[in-house]
């Protein structure tokens, strides 16, 4: 029965798609454009294949071409919309591109190789990532956001061996099997309780807004994931949020993207990635007891949570003072970690964050390293060109956040000015003449 159905549906959607009264395809032929009628080519429906035959117009000057029903269609190469949308989300949620096309085949009936795939995410992802770009910030709204937070982090992705050529690593021969993956997520909080704070849950740990986590991600440098951050916030309501949160690790191009994308933001250090370093200095001056240095790493921690790290940094200065007979490399390690903390001093009053109810974990950007890159692009075997992988996170960030179908409904608009562009010609005198 459901064969029958799709034969049926197949043979309506072909009669659909080829009826010029309906469709018409009478576009006329601009300068140095020649027609050549009834190209024909296979369409991939959701229904199954059918052939559309169209008009195709040819610019000799620049040696391509164009097909105007296609664009009218919303066509990307050989899919139509609907089933373009379902490869690019299966590509993006599955493992990989070969899982992707076995879901498809289970789920829709849709029967293409894993190479197709790729080749349409090749195509797609880069417009729908200028699509996201042209995306303007949220318009005002009642809701008032009470709190916003942004994060962000990486985590390293296996690059092929020509991907790495030069670049320095953690290898016993200095090299590296990895490129950092930049990620960066925006989720909010808006449920106050009576006194006016974030809500909590019954242990007192802040609540997120459900479903409120968004997405970006790039594998460039440094300041191209701070703009990515920002333009994301800037859609998610920053301009009318009432507190924004930064919350990173010790990472310094980290803390230098939230100076200048979000100079009034309120810098919070990770607790557990502070707790790191508590736990280091507390090894350094207890290095030939690890029970002892267990001992003060806990309590240690359990006051720096109810207050900030300024009680433990007086009483190791005061431990160095009080042992001038440690070896030098000793106090070194002591003070490197006193250091740390230190400079890290207006980012870790979590006593304050914990009373207002504020998050001051990164827990979740360290999720989405693990969910949104490590489930797709760290799988065993995998190694990948940096457009590649370029490609599936940012196509897998929009999937899993909040802005791949407005991004997909732009893709009109993206497709129309790269035609433009494609149909621009200077003459070759004009060109050497300059």
Not at 89 to 99: L, P, T
Not at 190 to 217: C, F, I, K
Not at 373 to 382: A, D, F, I
Request: some cysteine; charged content about 25%.
């Amino acid at each position: 029965m459901r064969e029958a159905l799709l034969r049926d549906g197949q043979r309506i959607i072909s009669e659909l798609y080829n009826d010029r009264e309906l469709l018409p395809d009478n576009e006329l032929p601009a300068a140095f454009e020649s027609i050549h009628r009834n190209r024909s080519r296979t369409i991939h429906s959701l229904f199954g294949p059918f052939e559309l035959r169209r008009n195709y117009l040819h610019n000799a000057k620049i040696g391509g071409g164009r097909f105007p029903l296609d664009d009218a269609l919303c066509l990307e190469g050989a899919y139509t919309p609907a089933v373009a949308k379902l490869i690019c989300r299966a590509a993006s949620r599955a493992g990989s591109y070969q899982e992707a096309s076995n879901d498809l085949f289970a789920y829709a009936g849709l029967s293409f190789d894993a190479r197709d795939l790729g080749r349409l995410v090749a195509t797609v992802a880069p417009k729908l990532r200028s699509a996201l770009g042209d995306m303007s910030a949220a318009p005002p709204h009642s809701n008032s956001i009470d709190v916003l937070y942004v994060s962000c982090d990486g985590t390293g992705t296996p690059m092929r061996p020509e991907e790495l050529l030069g670049r320095k690593g953690r290898q016993q021969d200095g090299s590296s099997r990895t490129r950092e993956a930049k990620l960066g997520c925006v989720f909010t909080q808006t449920d106050l309780d009576a006194q006016g704070l974030p809500l909590r849950d019954e242990d007192g740990n802040p609540l997120r807004d459900p479903d409120s986590t968004s997405y970006v991600g790039t594998y460039q440098g440094c300041r191209e994931i701070a703009i990515l951050l920002h333009q994301e916030a800037r859609r998610r309501g920053l301009d009318q949020a009432k507190r924004v949160v930064f919350i990173g690790d010790g990472a310094a191009w980290i803390w230098e993207n939230a100076r200048l994308t979000f100079p009034d933001a309120i810098e919070i250090l990770d607790f557990y990635h502070a707790c790191e370093h508590v736990g280091q200095l507390a090894a350094a001056i207890h290095d030939q007891n690890q029970d002892q240095a267990a001992s003060l790493r806990a309590r240690w921690c359990h006051e720096m949570k109810q207050s900030s790290p300024a009680a433990l940094l007086i009483e190791s200065r005061a431990l160095l003072i009080a042992n001038p007979t440690w070896p030098q490399s000793k106090c070194d390690a002591i003070q490197n970690q006193i250091n740390y903390l230190d400079s890290h001093s207006t980012r870790t009053h979590y006593g304050r964050y914990r009373q207002e109810g504020l998050f001051f974990g990164s827990g979740v950007i360290e999720a989405g390293c693990k969910t949104v890159v490590g489930r797709r692009l760290k799988q065993s075997g995998m190694f990948w060109s940096q457009s590649g992988a370029e490609n599936i996170l940012s196509l897998r960030c929009l999937v899993l956040g909040q802005n791949f179908d407005d991004a997909w409904k732009e893709l009109k608009t993206i497709n129309a000015k790269q035609q433009l562009k494609a149909r621009r010609w200077q003459n070759p005198d004009i060109k050497l003449a300059a």
